[in-house]
């Protein structure tokens, strides 16, 4: 079974998350600037929220994406507070015909990231890093 996992990240924290969850299975987070070329089961596919939307570069990975290539994506996002980057995800997949996993991991990063208030991005808590985990966990249990 071929997983991969792909992230947007402006500032670390979603990266952060994607780095947390390929080591789950074995494999290495993959900015979205890197397409999916083969045939894969699993897509675990991630973005912040910037201003209410995802980024472009977000959107464009989600638009290019060959619906024969894909079995499902499993949405995650980072975010201050809104769910809009998922979404948003789905909304496209959803118009590609791409499935799209019930299982979908928010991690609230409230200020963290805005680096001008000299708070720094990328630093997950112990009980996000739980959280993570978890939902890893969960996608594995499906998938037996
Ligand atoms: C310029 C900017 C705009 C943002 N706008 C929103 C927003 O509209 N809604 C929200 O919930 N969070 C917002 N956030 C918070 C980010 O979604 C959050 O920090 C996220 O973890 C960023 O991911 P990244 O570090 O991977 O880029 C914003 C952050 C920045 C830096």
Known sequence: ????????????????VAVLIANEFNIKAEPVEIPITEYTD????????YEWRMDKTLRE??????????????????????NSAIEQMKHIAKEKGIAVNK????????LKGHSWL???SGNLSDKQIKTIINFTDKIKEELQ
Do not use: H, P
Not at 42 to 49: E, K, M, P, S, T
Not at 67 to 76: A, L, P, W, Y
Not at 103 to 110: A, G, S, V, Y
């Open 103 to 110: 299982n979908e991991l928010l991690i609230k990063m409230l």
């Open 61 to 82: 990975f989600m638009k290019r994406l060959d619906s024969q290539k894909i079995g499902q994506i499993v949405c995650f996002s980072t975010t201050g507070y809104k």
């Open 1 to 16: 079974m071929k997983t991969e996992v792909r992230y947007q990240s402006r500032g670390g924290n979603t990266k952060a």
């Open 42 to 49: 699993i897509l675990f596919v991630g973005g912040g929220v």
């Open 118 to 120: 000299g708070l720094e």
